[in-house]
């Protein structure tokens, strides 16, 4: 394979996008979850590690429990820097896996291994492999959705949160980059801050379904609404945007804005978190739907959706479900990618 011109698209195709559909539990069999996961994180000398995009009542149990909901930068410091044995990592598997290289001692176990990131899926690692021999006078970065093999691969990890610092640092050193999956993210990062990037072609199945167009006509019903725009989507949904960033980025703008009412093109996991810590501002989702809309076009990732109350509660009753459910990395691979993701732990911020 020889660079940009010849790289296929690695979008993942539709059939390949599960649907998911979430249990809905009475409120009462939420309580008695909650309890018996609590009970059992203790009893496990374990701590739960969420994603804000799972479902609230487990965002919720973390919080509870002494664990954290964040953003996939901080999941990462906080399962490296905390002193359980134990991590129970709600979110998607590269989450796990980040959690595995940072703590290699640590058992790490999943409510479900099913969950993958179409990122992940989209950056498949001999072919990456491949690109990056064809390519040899660039810095390879990486973004955190991708597996181990393909971390292992890379000079740097970044995730959306630091990935523009990380890649203006190296653009000021005279460094070519190669970034790969997200093509929406690397074309955003590329356009910020003017670095020479060959982008590899992948997308995320949520944030690709947002629609300018419609952006636009939601905008204009609501012309006081600040839009706050996750940067997996489409350039021309970011245009719009008052503010782009991470999960923790979207947050902290949706606090220090004076709109109060916002439009968000994220994962719809992220309003739990939006309306809870700001409840005096209303929250919109941004439009998947209009023309060219398809039956995943609903803004709710159906992996991070299968990190269910009942699913965390599995994982935890029997020693045997936690093996079947640990995060396992060959040592090889994961001390090549503990390099790269350790750097980006180190950039200063
Ligand atoms: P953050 O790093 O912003 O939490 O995003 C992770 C992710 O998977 C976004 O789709
Ligand atoms: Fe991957 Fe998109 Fe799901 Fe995030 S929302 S985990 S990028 S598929």
Not at 112 to 117: G, H, K, V
């Given at each position: 394979m020889s660079a940009e011109t010849t790289l296929p698209d690695y979008s993942l195709p539709e059939e390949q996008v599960p649907m998911f559909f979430p249990e809905v539990l009475a409120e009462s069999d939420v309580a008695a979850l909650k309890e018996e996961i609590a009970g059992l994180l203790k009893a496990r000398n374990a701590v739960l590690v969420a994603h804000y995009y799972v479902d609230g009542h487990v965002q919720d149990l973390a919080e509870e429990t002494g664990g954290c909901v964040s953003d996939s930068l901080e999941m990462a410091r906080f399962g490296r820097d905390?002193?359980?044995?134990?991590l129970v990592v709600a979110g998607v598997r590269f989450m796990g896996e980040s959690a595995k290289i940072l703590s290699p001692d640590k058992q790490v176990v999943m409510p479900?291994?099913?969950?993958?990131?179409s990122l992940d899926l989209g950056c498949p690692p001999d072919e990456f492999e491949a690109f990056c021999k064809a390519n040899p006078d660039r810095t390879v970065v990486v973004y955190a959705n991708t597996s181990a093999k393909v971390k292992a691969l890379s000079d740097w990890v970044v995730t959306s949160s630091v990935a523009l610092p990380i890649v203006e640092s190296l653009d000021a050193k005279g460094e070519k980059i190669l970034w790969a999956p997200d093509k929406h993210l690397g074309r955003y990062i590329q356009h910020q801050t003017g670095a020479d990037m060959l982008l590899w072609s992948g997308a995320c199945v949520v944030h690709e379904e947002f629609k300018s167009k419609a952006l636009f006509d939601l905008k204009a019903v609501y012309p006081d609404a600040g839009v706050l725009v996750h940067p997996e989507s489409p350039a021309a949904v970011i245009d719009i945007a008052d503010a782009v960033g991470s999960t923790s980025q979207i947050l902290a703008a949706a606090r220090d804005l004076?709109?109060?009412?916002f439009i968000v093109a994220t994962d719809r996991g992220l309003f739990h978190k939006l309306r809870q810590r700001n409840p005096d501002k209303r929250f919109i989702e941004a439009p998947?739907?209009?023309?060219?809309?398809?039956?995943?076009?609903?803004?709710?990732?159906p992996w991070m959706a299968m990190n269910e109350l009942s699913k965390v509660a599995e994982v935890l009753r029997d020693e045997s479900a936690m093996r079947d459910k640990e995060i396992r990395i060959d040592p090889d691979i994961a001390k090549r990618a503990m390099v790269p993701l350790q750097r980006m732990l180190d950039f200063p911020r």
């Open positions: 905390h002193d359980a044995p134990t479900t291994l099913a969950a993958e990131c004076p709109h109060e009412m998947t739907a209009g023309d060219g809309a398809t039956c995943r076009s609903c803004a709710h990732c």
